[in-house]
Every structure is written in C-alpha cells, then in structure tokens.
C-alpha cells in the first residue's frame, strides 16, 4: 500500500509525486492516458522529421517557477530553447512590436509606434523589476500568501503599493491607454492578457497582461528541446530513480471515503488502491467533486458552487508542417518564438465580444507558434514546425463568419475552421498556405479526448477572470489544496494559482498532505501522552 496516490499524471500530478518522494513517502501515479504528461506533450504526427507539441509549448511560468527549480530537472534530461525575439505582435501595415529578452530592444520597437513609448514600458519593467521575487513568491505558495504577501504589502506600502495594486485590477485597455501613445505596448500587453480568457475590457486583465509581458521580458518564453515531452520524460525519470511509481492506462473512477478521510481509489477496471495517508487529484474541480467523489461526502454548499464553476474558453488548434520558414511581412516576426495575430487592439476587442456572445470569430485572434525557430530540433534544416491556436466559444450559438459553424465540430467543420485560421495567418504573411506540407486539426472535443482535464477545449482549468481566482478559485471559500474530505487534496490548475506550467498547485497539495499528515501525528502523539499521563495520576 503506498503513502499517497496521486491521480493524473500532467505536471502538477508529477510534481506533486517528486516532492512526496523527496519526503520519504511511497507514492503511486496513475493516468488515463496510455503516457504521462496530461497537456505536456509532443508526438510526429503531423509529417515525417516534425516534432510537434500536442498543446502547450511555450513555458514562461516554468522558468520562473521556484517549483521547478528546486526539482533540478536538468540533472534528469531537460534543456530549454529560446528563440532570438520572445514575441510579435505584427500588424497588416508592416509595422511589428517585439518583445525581446533585452529591455532596450523591446522599448526600440515600440518607440517606432510612437517616441517616449519606449521609455513608459522601461518604467513598467522597473516596477517589476522592484517587486518581482515577492510577486513569485507570493504566486507561487499556498493561498494566503502569509509571509510572501506580507513582504510585498511592506514593500508596496513604502513604495505606492495603492497605485501598482490600481494597475493590477486594470482592464488591460485602459493600463495600455494610460502607459503608452501608440499601439504597440497596448498590443503587447493585450495580446498577453488573451493568453488567458481575459478580455482587453476585463477588469485585472492589465495585472495579467503586465505579468505576462514581464515574465517573458525576463525570462522569455522557453521551449524543452526536442518536444514539450521532454520536461514530463524529465519528471517521469526523477520520479522513478526515486522510487516513484507511474502507471498509464489506469482511469480513476472514484475516491473512496471511510469515515470522511479519502483511503485510496478505485479504476475503471475494478481495481482498489489504497492509500495510507493522502490521495492527490491532478483532475480538473469539476471530475473532482463531480464524478470522483460521492456526493454525500461534500457539503451542500460546494455542490451548489459547483454549479457556478465557469470553464475558460475553448480552444481550436491547427499544427503543421511547413516547406519553409513563415514570410512574414513584418521581418521582426521571423524570429519571433511566438506571434499574435490581430489588425489592432479593436480586432482583440472584436474576437472577445464575439466569444462573450458565443459566436464563433470571423477574424481568429490566433496565437502563432514557430517551434523550429526557437528549437531547431524539432525539423528538418530550411523547413518549419509551427501550430496556432484561437478560442471559440463552449456554447455556439451563431457564426459571424458565412460558413455557418455550429460548434458540432465534425470533420467538415474542422476544415472550415482551420482553413478561417490559415486566412488569418496569410493576412499578416502572404504566401504562407503555399509553404503547407501537412496539417492536423485539434478541435475542442478532440483535445478533451486527449487530455480529459480540458473539458472542450479548456486549457486554463477555468476562467483567470477575477471572480474565480484566489479566494474563489476553485469555488468561494477555497484557495487552497485542502477539500471537505480529509486526506484529499485537489492538485491540478484548478487550484490557486490557476493555469500554466509551473508546479505550484501540485506541489501546493504536495505540502498540504505533509503538513496534514505531521499535525494528525502530532495529535496522536499528544493523545497518547494524555492517556499515560492520566494512568499514571490512577497509580
């Protein structure tokens, strides 16, 4: 029987398990999939000699994480890429803004939308650069950050915290309006924030945009050479030279619950698990309290938040392979890891509302990834791997475009899509559906049977929007790994801080099965000093 299992094996589930074993308990893994990973993950599908990531590729977030650090993951295989720009955001007209992994070259390009520019994202950088180990730090630990967010209200009190703590709660149109003149930094900052379902008029959509921009400023937008399988092939191997175990193909059907602690899990095949201490659950909230666990051992009141619990958009993904590099009209884009793809911050705006109104977009925000460009592994010399992904929304209602998608996503409606998505493309690099060896359509109910955690297409673990975040993420009340179940702990990106590569819910959980596991140990500890201690007055 081991100390812990852990179900799902993405990252937050394979750090969690490391960071277990690191404390010295046994610790089983079990995944749906036929390989580890969950959204980690790269196959050759696409043609011959192309490396393709199946969803996430970009990892910011990781490289920041004191998480991952502390896991020494290239000691187990891992290397990070970048490419020569972290960012593009390219306009029809030519003009291009950049963000690079140099402060000056990033403030020169957005100088040529308008002078003095380059000096308001300089003051935007120091700020971050003022604060940015408490923001990690307060990011990355348990909600409340007790001591990260004590350092960082000292600090912001001495400092103008009220005006940052303003800028943070921002829609990201209007931090953009106050900072900047001409589009450029506004399309930076914007085009960041729509990494997530954050609207250019979302309040705390300028926080996240500001974030976003800053992390890649500092530490760009990484890539594992050889694939994005590389960082999970990576904790997979730490894992069992630690004496982990990890078994694929294994669905956890449910949690089973004695005595209102979690005692291990049962498989779709019929198999029992147990678990002697805790059971960790890399599983989207919705699976958690609506599948694994029986509802008589929730309260009334997390079911009923349940209901409320809001999905981030859907996603549509097109990956290719290319004959040649991208021609981009605007020559900063080709060396751009990744590129935006929208004629304006009223173009973002466009798609967003499109979306609020569940229409699927005429003009795709696409977000362009050039994976050859940052790692030259990942295809043959003078050739190109490159994916791109938009939002749709869960619920279609309409089709702004004159197709007439309804959101059935068949295999006609998949070509219509990814054909809307290469028009996109070709607005801003003519020339680019000429350079199409292959391509693969990832269609919303197509990531989900891949990765049952994005639920159509989701790839955040529910929405960044303010109202399901920190306190209220997953459900109000919560913020942190603990559930109503004693011995659970919930360990994917459901959980504070929410959506990205980097570790933290897992190890989060991780830390809240050790320290709930210390404090019951104490307790019996003192427990039994009170019995000898009475028996003793006896004699």
């Known amino acids: 029987m081991p100390d812990a299992v852990v179900v799902g094996a993405g990252p937050n589930g394979l750090v969690a398990a490391n960071l277990l074993v690191d404390a010295g308990w046994s610790v089983e893994v079990l995944e749906e999939q036929h390989e580890p990973g969950g959204a980690v993950r790269h196959d050759s599908g696409v043609a011959p000699g192309f490396v393709n990531d199946l969803f996430s590729s970009f990892y910011p977030l990781a490289a920041a994480s004191p998480v991952l650090a502390g896991l020494r993951l290239e000691d187990h295989g891992l290397r990070w890429a970048h490419a020569p720009h972290v960012l593009a955001h390219p306009l029809t007209d030519g003009t291009c803004a950049v963000l690079d992994r140099d402060v000056g070259t990033t403030a020169a390009s957005l100088d040529v939308f308008a002078p003095g520019d380059g000096a308001a994202w300089d003051r935007l950088h120091g700020v971050w650069d003022r604060y940015r180990a408490d923001i990690l730090d307060a990011l990355f630990t348990p909600f409340p950050p007790v001591r990260a967010g004590a350092r960082l209200a000292l600090r912001l009190r001495a400092g103008g915290g009220l005006r940052l703590a303003r800028t943070l709660v921002l829609p990201v149109r209007r931090l953009g309006e106050e900072e900047f003149r001409g589009e450029g930094g506004k399309l930076l900052l914007a085009g960041n924030a729509l990494h997530a379902d954050l609207a250019p008029e979302a309040a705390g959509s300028g926080g996240f945009g500001w974030l976003m921009s800053m992390l890649g400023q500092t530490y760009g937008f990484p890539v594992p050479v050889g694939g994005a399988g590389a960082l999970t092939a990576a904790l997979v191997h730490r894992l069992r030279a630690r004496g982990g175990t990890l078994r694929c193909g294994r669905r956890v059907e449910h949690v089973l619950v004695r005595d209102r602690r979690a005692v291990g899990v049962r498989t779709a095949g019929g198999e029992t698990v147990a678990a ?5 659950a890399d599983v989207s909230v919705p699976a958690l309290y609506g599948e694994l666990v029986a509802p008589e051992h929730l309260p009334d009141q997390v079911l009923a938040d349940l209901r409320r619990f809001q999905w981030d958009f859907a996603t549509f993904k097109v990956d290719w392979a290319l004959d040649g590099p991208v021609p981009w009209r605007c020559g900063d884009a080709a060396r751009a890891g990744t590129v935006h793809l929208a004629d304006g911050l009223d173009e973002l705006t466009r798609f967003a509302a499109q979306i609020a109104m569940h229409q699927v977009p005429d003009r795709p925000f696409a977000l362009f990834g050039q994976m050859t460009t940052t790692d030259a592994t990942r295809s043959p010399r003078g050739t190109e791997s490159a994916w791109a992904y938009t939002h749709v929304p869960h ?7 004159e197709e007439g998608v309804t959101g059935r996503w068949d295999l006609e409606e998949q070509e219509i899509m990814a054909d809307r998505v290469e028009r996109q493309v070709e607005r801003f690099a003519p020339g680019f559906r000429a350079l199409i060896r292959a391509r693969r359509v990832l269609a919303p109910p ?23 975040q920190l306190v209220f993420r997953p459900v109000p009340g919560t913020g942190r790994p603990e559930t109503p179940v004693a011995g659970l702990f919930l360990a994917s990106a459901g959980a504070h ?3 990205g590569v980097h570790g933290a819910p897992g190890a989060n959980a991780a830390r809240a099965a050790l320290r709930q596991h210390r404090f ?4 019996r500890m003192q427990r039994a000093l009170t019995r000898r201690d009475r028996t003793g007055d006896k004699r």
């Open 276 to 280: 002697r201490r805790a059971v960790l």
């Open 446 to 468: 197509t990531l989900q049977a891949m990765d049952a955690n994005l639920e159509g297409g989701a790839i955040n673990g529910g929405t960044t929007a303010m109202h399901q």
């Open 497 to 499: 801080p929410g959506g």
């Open 395 to 401: 619920d279609v209602r309409g089709d702004v475009g």
């Open 520 to 523: 019951a140990g104490l307790t």
